[in-house]
Nanobody
Framework: QVQLVESGGGLVQQGGSLRLSCVAS????????MGWFRQAPGKEREIVAA????????YYADSVKGRFIISRDNAKNTVWLQMNSLKPEDTAVYYC?????????????WGQGTQVTVSS
């Protein structure tokens, strides 16, 4: 089992930045790919970004390319999502996930989520 705890969400104005953090505990020695998903009200959950265990491979949704950066430090069991140039459409609950599958469509472990609200 892996437990994931997110932090760093909040309210920010359009064009601003936020940095989300996700700390993993439990079976952290396994070489999981990790990622960030988000779910806006009335919409399905979607992948935002993903990163391989070695951090050599990253994936970004088209909607966030060039604005968001995913990174990880395995020694600290931590994954970050740096979000820049935020837009109102980025407003959602953001979830950290581990052990991704299905071409980033799902994951076996989830955090509780952190709210990100971008005002216009």
């Amino acid at each position: 089992q892996v437990q994931l705890v997110e932090s760093g969400g909040g309210l920010v104005q359009q064009g601003g930045s936020l940095r989300l953090s996700c700390v993993a505990s439990g079976r952290t020695k396994t070489t999981y790919a990790m990622g960030w998903f988000r779910q806006a009200p009335g919409k399905e959950r979607e992948i935002v970004a993903a990163i391989s265990w070695s951090a050599r491979i990253t994936y970004y949704a088209d909607s966030v390319k060039g604005r968001f950066i995913i990174s990880r430090d395995n020694a600290k069991n931590t994954v970050w999502l740096q979000m820049n140039s935020l837009k109102p459409e980025d407003t959602a609950v953001y979830y950290c996930a581990a052990d991704l599958y299905g071409n980033y469509t799902g994951a076996n472990y989830w955090g509780q989520g952190t709210q990100v609200t971008v005002s216009s």
